[in-house]
């Protein structure tokens, strides 16, 4: 199937099951407003024990959310068993927190040779021969003591570790999306982990087809990002990132198995 097929056919899945889009919306929403609503609630020494309550609660719900999502995309039936659910969402949440881990590590690498490290220490040189009690001033305040160049250096070196972060996160998330289908196919978490399983997977798709589907990827996030600009002026900010989160489940999930499988 070609690339411009299978972007146009996963943005138009979430519209076609309308009704399992909205399901998960709703659970997304519950799960969103469960947390900000258990965490700023303080019960003193019961505070741990509902934390644990809460993340099992939410990791049943991610694994629903999962199998709902595998419903839209592969016609797979609706299972309503907590337990399995709960392992579901376990698991995809470990191969999730696994991947944004990568992408932390490896990109806080980047702040060594992208200058970052060097132009802040150089900075703070600079500060502590200043002439001023910089103990209470605000960042703001601060920043206007800074010489421009020094200014300008730290942002050139800051955007270029960000562009190589978005980079890096675009990579590792679809690696991680290939792994959750590895994962969906053979039920080892150990497969999703594996970048040897992975890379075969990208092999068999074809490096610059991959590449291509990602930079197409890539420029519908920008899209959806964008819109949430949009939609913040009618919506609370937690109901846009519950919207945001469930049109991209069932788009990335089913982008990626159709350039895996087709």
């Not at 929403?29 to 947390?35: D, G, K, M």
């Not at 991947?99 to 490896?106: E, W």
Request: glycine fraction near 4%; hydrophobic fraction near 55%; aromatic fraction near 14%.
């Amino acid at each position: 199937m070609r690339i411009r097929n299978i972007i146009l056919n996963s943005c138009y899945l979430p519209f076609k099951k309308y009704k399992l889009f909205i399901l998960i919306f709703i659970l997304t929403l519950f799960c969103e407003v469960l947390s900000d609503e258990m965490y700023s609630i303080n019960i003193g020494k019961w505070t741990p024990l509902m934390m644990l309550g809460n993340t099992i609660i939410a990791m049943i719900i991610l694994g629903l959310m999962m199998n709902i999502t595998y419903r839209a995309v592969f016609e797979e039936e609706i299972k309503l068993n907590p337990k399995e659910h709960l392992l579901e969402g376990i698991k995809e949440y470990v191969v999730t927190l696994y991947y944004l881990l990568l992408t932390f590590i490896i990109s806080s690498l980047f702040i060594i040779p992208t200058g970052v490290y060097a132009r802040l220490t150089h900075i703070n040189e600079y500060i502590s021969k200043m002439d001023i009690n910089a103990t209470f001033m605000t960042f703001h305040e601060l920043a206007h003591q800074l010489p421009v160049d020094l200014q300008i250096n730290l942002m050139h070196s800051i955007q270029l570790n960000v562009l190589i972060a978005i980079i890096l996160l675009i990579f590792f998330t679809s690696m991680g999306f290939i792994g959750k289908l590895l994962l969906y196919n053979t039920g080892k978490i150990s497969y999703a982990l594996d970048f040897r399983k992975i890379f075969v997977v990208i092999k068999n798709i074809g490096v610059k087809r991959y590449l291509k589907f990602l930079l197409c990827i890539g420029i519908v996030t920008i899209i959806i990002v964008n819109s949430t600009f949009i939609l913040g002026y009618f919506f609370r900010d937690t109901a846009i990132s519950a919207l945001i989160e469930s049109f991209t489940l069932i788009f990335s999930t089913n982008a990626f198995y159709l350039i895996y499988f087709k």
